[in-house]
């Protein structure tokens, strides 16, 4: 079974930095991309970043120089790495393993920033 457990959400001020974290287990983690999506209230769920197995990656253009999408393979982990950090990035962030046969998807940790 493939689980994905995100953490390292929480409160910070408004330029501040937070690391999320993202265990996987069930899958080899290796083989497949890896992204960050974030859904803030009442918006859809967006794409933040994305790294694929060969560790290319990508951003979206709102967080393009103050994010960091990261891999340990080994460890089976993802990062996302957020510095100067604005209340508009206010949202619940979830880890995907992205599949044309159905992505995986965690439970999401919240990220509030305050201004």
């Known amino acids: 079974q493939v689980q994905l457990v995100e953490s390292g959400g929480g409160l910070v001020q408004a330029g501040g930095s937070l690391r999320l974290s993202c265990a996987a287990s069930?899958?080899?983690?290796?083989?497949?991309?890896v992204s960050w999506y974030r859904q803030a209230p009442g918006k859809e769920r967006e794409l933040v970043a994305t790294?694929?197995?060969?560790?290319?990656?990508n951003y979206a253009d709102s967080v393009k120089g103050r994010f960091t999408i990261s891999r340990d393979n080994a460890k089976k982990m993802a990062y996302l790495q957020m510095n100067s950090l604005k209340p508009d990035d206010t949202a619940v962030y979830y880890c995907?393993?992205?599949?044309?046969?159905?992505?995986?998807w965690g439970q999401g940790t919240q990220v509030t920033v305050s201004s």
């Open positions: 790294m694929t197995s060969g560790g290319i990656t």
């Open positions: 995907c393993v992205p599949r044309w046969s159905g992505s995986y």
């Open positions: 069930g899958i080899i983690f290796s083989s497949n991309a």
